[in-house]
């Protein structure tokens, strides 16, 4: 990855101040935390530290943080406060997390970038349906648990989060649904074949098979879990919504264009999409039964979540899930503070590109590393763990 | 009808630099359970090298290399890098071979897997396997290949707009160009120049030859980011004898300060010693004889201190030296030398420039942390061509702990000299 720190020292005599600036580790993993050592120079010296990223599509990302050196000449980023800049306080990730496109840049720029783990291979798989999907088996002879990852209504191939998981152990296909433009099924053909396809693959373990669903992926990885349970062993569920027909025509996007009058916007012009689905109906025909769930599920919504009802519609699941008796299996995080696009840690935090996603960036930033890590538990402790992952306890989380 | 699940093997980090640690976590295995680690690895040269340890898991199914104690295998103990020192090359491999990367830019690739039982594990499939990269660049390191004013060698910058303080890197008498450790220097931040001073084709060694060295000091001090007055040496085995005959005799090359390991500061070029081993009386020492099935230069060595001959005179140095050596050191008698030294150094005032680190156990060649320990291995004669089989020493554990342990002091040292930093703790 092309990122960098550098220190911005005022030479203030003729000898040279010789510091020496050190990551640990130098190499990581998008999910892995590292340390920002600056040595060696005057106590109390004050320094910036600044990252430059350039994405892959030409655009420079940046941050920065202002620390003052101890008695002993040394600054430790995970140990010390940044008294300014783009974050304040004692945050080891926050060079990355904070990160901003450079002033002048176009508006509306999101992160993107593929991390993969060295060993991560990418297989494309075509079958009669022709798939559009990444699959990346952890390295080893496996067999490995499997996850269907449906990535959210963007429409690209995102591999970065299937490739973190693989370095987790987990063999996740993450599929690209949404070219199709057999959009009116309430589960596309395409999500189905994706799960027979990793269900049936000989480097994964059939019986052992998670869902993870970002935003619209969310409706989608609920159908399936409703239908499937108790074969699916456990799903996912990030900044979505359990709203949809259950039958009959027409799935979510056409809910979405006959409410088209509740769509409104920021001051900068932006979309919100929030009020397109509420109030939450009372209708049962209208939503994902999730009465019927039989493995255990996770929510994750953002309080802020200004493009999509997340956090009410996780609110009515939970109370859907009470009156059925199976809320046992629901474990609901719920960040305050927090937008749309709740991603693995230290990506940096977008509040909005044309569309408002919301949050505010220390607590968006903070969400994204908790929530990640509860996911990665929460999914490695169902597909690794016991015979029984129903009795599993997640009160601890 | 589901299959069973395999344990998870994780490696963090999976991508470090040599002198990094990491730990190697196994979990998902049933409680009590016996395992095989096993780290794999083929060399440049196409040989394959391997280290395992034995462990039983816990009641939660889990070992940890860094935690727990390894009850048999190429290690025992609890050795968290147990998996890359004491490797070795595996059964039926060719004889007498050296672990040395060519290609600093490319990482090793080794391969840590678990096995099932603690029986011969390599025809079993593994249970689960990880990659792991080692490398010697870090991110950011610019690799530069120099020919130029009859100098060869290849400079590594470390990352960022410097200026930084530098190294002039020697190795022994080998000949030939390794980069490994200037490699390393960088990524802590020294600019460094691995000199290829001798080639194994020249028929006779450059050697002394002051020139090529002081236009490679030059080529170090003129660069736009070095700290001109802040070089430093370091050498090994030979280019002790090098570092030290710069320092003392050469009045161009004022180093900050020197690291000699695997000290030697007799004049090797000089006749009288060349034929000196013709002399030695029988009755006292071996001179270069056999043991183990290499040759044991040591008592040569031992028997040219004891007579006057021409030594560098290292009274005239004045810079910090750091004298590091094995005391089982069967190459040359390294420790003998370093107390010689530090003899002539009293004698001219000059005692407390110098740092001496003895390791108990430790052979000849002090390589950069957790690279494997060779107690014999080939050596090509220069001007010969020939290969011979030599007993450079050491006993594995006792030699891996020197290394690790040489190297952080060896950082510091040059921190200390070279950056002027009093103090560096780094708070990991």
């Known amino acids: 990855a092309a990122l960098y720190s550098r220190t911005v020292s005022k030479p203030n005599n003729k000898n040279p101040i010789l510091m020496m600036l050190s990551v640990h580790p130098s190499r990581a993993l998008m999910d892995e935390a590292f340390v920002i050592l600056v040595q060696n120079v005057p106590p109390g010296f004050q320094v910036t530290l600044h990252a430059l990223h350039r994405c892959e599509d030409g655009h420079r990302w940046e941050a920065c943080a202002h620390y003052v050196a101890d008695s002993s000449g040394n600054i430790n980023a995970a140990d010390d406060c940044s008294v300014g800049g783009s974050y304040f306080g004692v945050e080891p990730m926050g060079l990355l997390w904070s990160l901003k496109p450079v002033p002048g840049s176009k508006p509306g720029l999101r992160w993107v970038r593929c991390a993969c783990d060295p060993t991560h291979s990418n297989i494309h798989v075509n079958g009669p349906q022709k798939l559009h999907c990444c699959f990346g088996p952890p390295k080893g002879p496996g067999p490995f648990p499997g996850l269907l990852d449906l990535w959210g209504g963007g429409g690209q191939l995102m591999e970065y989060r299937s490739a973190l998981l693989a370095s987790h152990g987990i063999a996740s296909l993450a599929l690209d649904y949404l070219t199709r433009t057999d959009q009116s099924l309430t589960v596309p053909v395409s999500v189905q074949t994706a799960y027979r396809v990793l269900q049936q693959h000989p480097q994964v373990l059939g019986s052992r098979i998670a869902m993870l669903g970002l935003s619209l992926g969310t409706v989608f990885t609920l159908k399936m879990a409703a239908s499937l349970s108790p074969q699916l062993r456990c799903a996912v569920c990030i900044s979505g919504s359990h709203i949809q027909p259950v039958s009959g025509e027409g799935g979510v996007m056409c809910l979405c264009y006959r409410n088209f009058e509740k769509i409104s916007f920021s001051e900068q012009d932006e979309v919100i999409w929030r009020g397109l689905l509420l109030p939450i109906p009372s209708d049962p025909s209208l939503k994902v039964d999730v009465g019927r769930l039989q493995c255990p599920l996770l929510l994750v919504v953002g309080e802020d979540d200004q493009n999509w009802c997340s956090h009410e519609s996780a609110t009515d699941m939970k109370q859907m899930m009470e009156r059925a008796g199976n809320d046992q299996l629901l474990t609901l995080l719920s960040y305050p503070g927090t937008g749309h696009l709740i991603e693995p840690p230290y990506t940096p935090h977008t509040p909005s590109m044309m569309v408002l996603w919301g949050g505010k960036t220390p607590e968006h930033s903070a969400a994204q590393e908790d929530s990640w890590r509860k996911i990665v538990t929460f999914l490695r402790r169902n597909l690794y763990g016991g015979s029984d992952p129903h009795a599993v306890n997640l009160s601890h989380l | ?428």
């Open chain 2, 1 to 428: 009808m589901s299959q069973a699940v395999p344990p998870l093997l994780s490696v963090h980090p999976s991508r470090a630099l040599v002198d990094e640690k990491f730990s190697v976590l196994v979990e998902n295995l049933p409680p009590g359970c016996p395992v095989t680690i096993r780290s794999l690895y083929q060399s440049e040269d196409k040989d394959f090298w391997e280290a395992y340890g034995h462990y039983v898991s816990n009641h939660q199914g889990t070992v940890s290399v860094s935690e727990d104690i390894s009850l048999g295998g190429t290690y025992t103990g609890k050795e968290a890098m147990g998996l890359l020192w004491s490797m070795r090359p595996i059964p039926g491999s060719r004889k007498g071979l050296r672990l040395r990367k060519k290609d600093t830019c490319a990482p090793m690739l080794v391969t840590i897997s678990v096995y099932s039982g603690h029986e011969d594990v390599r025809d079993q499939a593994p249970l689960a396997s990880a990659l792991v990269e080692r490398w010697y660049m870090a991110p950011g390191v610019q690799r530069i290949e120099i020919t130029e004013k009859g100098v060869r060698g290849t400079l590594f910058l470390p990352p960022g707009p410097g200026p930084f303080p530098a190294m002039l890197d020697l190795w022994g008498g080998g000949g030939g160009l390794q980069e490994y450790r200037a490699a390393l220097l960088a990524c802590r931040g020294f600019i460094s120049l691995a000199l290829e001073y001798f080639n194994t084709n020249d028929a006779k060694p450059k050697g002394l030859d002051m020139k090529c060295f002081e236009t490679a000091f030059e080529i170090i001090r003129s660069h736009p980011q070095a700290v001109p007055d802040r070089v430093g040496i370091i050498g090994l085995s030979y280019g002790t004898l090098m570092t030290l005959s710069l320092a003392a005799e050469c009045p161009t090359i004022k180093p900050s300060c020197i690291v000699c390991i695997g000290n030697a500061h007799s004049k090797f070029l000089e006749e009288k010693v060349l034929k000196f081993h013709k002399e030695i009386p029988d009755r006292k020492y071996n001179k270069i004889h056999m043991m183990e099935d290499a040759v044991v230069k040591r008592d040569m060595g031992l028997a040219v201190l004891e007579v006057e001959h021409p030594k560098v005179k290292v009274g005239n140095i004045d810079c910090p030296m750091l004298l590091i050596n094995g005391t089982d050191d069967q190459n040359w008698p390294t420790v003998e030398v370093a107390s010689d030294i530090i003899k002539m150094m009293r004698e001219a005032g000059k005692e407390s420039l110098v740092t001496r680190l003895d390791y108990p156990d430790a052979g000849h060649l002090i390589e950069p942390p957790f690279s494997p320990h060779f107690r014999a291995a080939n050596f090509m004669l220069h001007g010969t061509k020939k290969k011979v089989m030599v007993l450079w020493g050491g006993k594995t554990k006792p030699h891996a702990d020197a290394q690790e342990d040489s190297w952080k002091k060896i950082l510091s040292f040059l921190q200390l000299h070279l950056y002027g930093a009093p103090s560096l703790k780094a708070k990991i």
